[in-house]
């Protein structure tokens, strides 16, 4: 059946198709002698059970493998809670749980390679400051970002703090926004990754040093 599908995708009209299916049909290749199934994490790291300790285990190995892996991405979802979210227990405090714990175990199966790394996590889904009706606090407006690996410089807080009084709140209801998102990933793309030319990833943005928040060594 692989065999069916790759014939069939090289015999397309459409060169980016053509190519796009050419590089999946290669990565599949590269995933099956690498061993994905046989991966154990070192350290004693344990990571939990969910796709995001899933994504980034596999991630892990493709690092250790050295396939040429630069840029690699994880998603979670399950945020949406409308109703009951609970505090120190329930929805958003397991979701919370998993979400630490899958980079906790990251970072310790990284080990000494983590001082190469940057994990960088953001939300398009931000939490209010203020609960609804149901005692949920989806569709926030902002949201934190955090910033994880060896060239972080870490333990603080990156940007300015805009309080929680009715007045600072983004109409009244929100955390208010000071940070523009791109801003941050910029850093890491110029920054870590060496980006020279940021237009085609952020088109219609201009990419200044001066909004750097300066959280990388």
């Known amino acids: 059946m692989e065999s069916a599908f790759q014939a069939m995708y090289a015999s397309t009209s459409d060169p980016l198709l053509s190519h796009t299916a050419r590089e999946t049909f290669d990565a599949v290749s590269k995933l099956e002698k690498i061993g994905v199934a046989d991966y154990r994490p070192a350290n004693g790291a344990e990571y939990p059970k969910g796709p995001l300790g899933r994504s980034l285990q596999q991630a892990a190995?493709?690092?250790?493998?050295?396939?040429?892996?630069?840029?690699?991405?994880?998603?979670?979802?399950?945020?949406?809670?409308?109703?009951?979210?609970?505090?120190?227990?329930?929805?958003?405090?397991?979701?919370?749980?998993?979400?630490?714990?899958?980079?906790?175990?990251?970072?310790?199966?990284?080990?000494?390679?983590?001082?190469?790394?940057?994990?960088?996590?953001?939300?398009?889904?931000?939490?209010?400051?203020?609960?609804?009706?149901?005692?949920?606090?989806?569709?926030?407006?902002?949201?934190?970002?955090?910033?994880?690996?060896?060239?972080?410089?870490?333990?603080?807080?990156?940007?300015?703090?805009?309080?929680?009084?009715?007045?600072?709140?983004?109409?009244?209801?929100?955390l208010a926004l000071t940070t523009d998102f791109r801003d941050v990933f910029a850093e890491v793309l110029v920054r870590h990754l060496g980006a020279r030319n940021t237009a085609n990833i952020f088109p219609g943005f201009s990419v200044s040093p001066q909004r750097f928040r300066g959280f990388l060594a």
Do not use: C
């Not at 955090?146 to 333990?155: A, C, T």
């Open 61 to 174: 190995q493709l690092i250790k493998a050295g396939v040429g892996l630069e840029v690699a991405f994880a998603e979670v979802g399950g945020w949406d809670h409308h109703v009951n979210e609970g505090g120190v227990q329930g929805q958003l405090a397991g979701s919370l749980r998993q979400f630490g714990d899958a980079l906790a175990a990251f970072h310790q199966d990284m080990g000494d390679r983590m001082a190469d790394v940057v994990v960088l996590t953001m939300t398009e889904f931000g939490r209010t400051a203020r609960e609804n009706g149901n005692r949920g606090t989806d569709h926030g407006h902002a949201n934190a970002m955090f910033v994880l690996g060896g060239p972080v410089k870490g333990g603080k807080v990156y940007g300015k703090w805009p309080g929680l009084r009715p007045d600072q709140l983004y109409e009244g209801r929100d």
